[in-house]
């Protein structure tokens, strides 16, 4: 079972990823910022973590730079799934040690593909 951290601000979007990754391979686990990831993280065993970028408290960018600074969490894969854009903000993430950043909407087989690929890699 691979335990995945879903973190949305958005409720639908948590609901709609979990919905596309609910099979027998993987167990969600909600979050609603960075803050509550980090919090998460703390209590439960995560393998990869899906998360947004704009959101209220701690951003998807805080998130990574807190993770990927951290001795026990900085081994586990990122995926930003978000609707920005912006060539620099792209940026920004893969130098914060983001795996892979993938542009919302995209189709159900397109997130499954790319987290079997990262998982494989670790
Ligand atoms: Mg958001």
Same mark, same amino acid.
């Given at each position: 079972?691979?335990?995945?951290?879903?973190?949305?601000?958005?409720?639908?979007?948590?609901?709609?990823?979990? &919905?596309?990754?609910?099979?027998?391979?993987?167990?969600?686990?909600?979050?609603?910022?960075?803050?509550?990831?980090?919090?998460?993280?703390?209590?439960?065993?995560?393998?990869?973590?899906?998360?947004?970028?704009?959101? @209220?408290?701690?951003?998807?960018?805080?998130?990574?730079?807190?993770?990927?600074?951290?001795?026990?969490?900085?081994?586990? @894969?990122?995926?930003?799934?978000?609707?920005?854009?912006?060539?620099?903000?792209?940026?920004?993430?893969?130098?914060?040690?983001? &795996?892979?950043?993938?542009?919302?909407?995209?189709?159900?087989?397109?997130?499954?593909?790319?987290?079997? &690929?990262?998982?494989?890699?670790?």
């Amino acid at each position: 079972m691979i335990n995945i951290l879903v973190v949305d601000d958005s409720r639908v979007i948590r609901k709609l990823i979990l &919905n596309i990754l609910n099979d027998e391979n993987f167990h969600c686990i909600e979050a609603e910022n960075g803050i509550d990831a980090l919090e998460k993280l703390v209590i439960k065993n995560v393998d990869l973590i899906i998360t947004d970028l704009n959101m @209220p408290q701690m951003s998807g960018l805080e998130l990574v730079k807190t993770i990927r600074s951290s001795e026990v969490y900085n081994k586990i @894969p990122v995926i930003i799934l978000t609707t920005e854009k912006n060539r620099q903000e792209q940026e920004n993430c893969l130098d914060a040690g983001v &795996n892979i950043y993938l542009i919302k909407p995209l189709s159900p087989e397109e997130l499954e593909t790319n987290i079997n &690929n990262l998982l494989k890699k670790y």
